[in-house]
T-cell receptor, first 113, second 116 residues
Framework: AQSVAQPEDQVNVAEGNPLTVKCTYSVSGNPYLFWYVQYPNRGLQFLLKYITGDNLVKGSYGFEAEFNKSQTSFHLKKPSALVSDSALYFCAVRDPRAGKSTFGDGTTLTVKP | EAQVTQNPRYLITVTGKKLTVTCSQNMNHEYMSWYRQDPGLGLRQIYYSMNVEVTDKGDVPEGYKVSRKEKRNFPLILESPSPNQTSLYFC???????????????FGNGTRLTVT
């Protein structure tokens, strides 16, 4: 069975500082990994994905994620946080054979001015 | 505009009164799925469908039914709602043809259901 863990319920950073939101996964075979963001009263929006290739993946709004196979991690990063980045972030793994997606519990990112 | 549309956005009902939450997508996606979101539990999959007339249970299917008679629609049915089904529900879709499950999910804006 596949699983995703987001070890931090909450991440607080100051505007302009780098941010990291952590994610580790467990899956048999090669993983399809995704990050989504959720703003209040909205559905989840896709940020970026890792399928294969370069370990550093670039996505929307200046976000990037680093895939580390040996540590089974897929941490979300941004070099300089904005107040508008404050939201709920979800890491997800997708079964490449059946399409089933499993989500982490989410991490609330708060960026303070 | 490409989108997933859920209705209604808010629903308050009483225990045992059957209800349906509709979901429609206009992107010709094969894959559709329902999730519920509860505080501290993330998103949990209820049911999913890889194509018309093909549906499968997710992680928390008890108390729910779905149908996929047309490609664009994937309604969620609660035959006899109970208070523990009070939650925020999301419908999502994605490309699924040929095993292309490396595509992201597109989500609706959610349905907040309260069962009293």
């Amino acid at each position: 069975a596949q699983s995703v863990a987001q070890p931090e319920d909450q991440v607080n950073v100051a505007e302009g500082n780098p941010l990291t939101v952590k994610c580790t996964y467990s899956v048999s075979g090669n993983p399809y990994l995704f990050w989504y963001v959720q703003y209040p009263n909205r559905g989840l929006q896709f940020l970026l994905k890792y399928i294969t290739g370069d370990n550093l993946v670039k996505g929307s709004y200046g976000f990037e994620a680093e895939f580390n196979k040996s540590q089974t991690s897929f941490h979300l990063k941004k070099p300089s946080a904005l107040v508008s980045d404050s939201a709920l972030y979800f890491c997800a793994v997708r079964d490449p054979r059946a399409g089933k997606s499993t989500f982490g519990d989410g991490t609330t990112l708060t960026v303070k001015p | 505009e490409a989108q997933v549309t859920q209705n209604p956005r808010y629903l308050i009902t009483v225990t045992g009164k059957k209800l349906t939450v509709t979901c429609s997508q206009n992107m010709n996606h094969e894959y559709m799925s329902w999730y519920r979101q509860d505080p501290g539990l993330g998103l949990r999959q209820i049911y999913y469908s890889m194509n018309v007339e093909v549906t499968d249970k997710g992680d928390v299917p008890e108390g729910y039914k779905v149908s996929r008679k047309e490609k664009r629609n994937f309604p969620l049915i609660l035959e006899s709602p109970s208070p523990n089904q009070t939650s925020l529900y999301f419908c999502a879709s994605s490309i699924g043809q040929g095993g292309a499950y490396n595509s992201p999910l597109h989500f609706g804006n959610g349905t907040r259901l309260t069962v009293t």
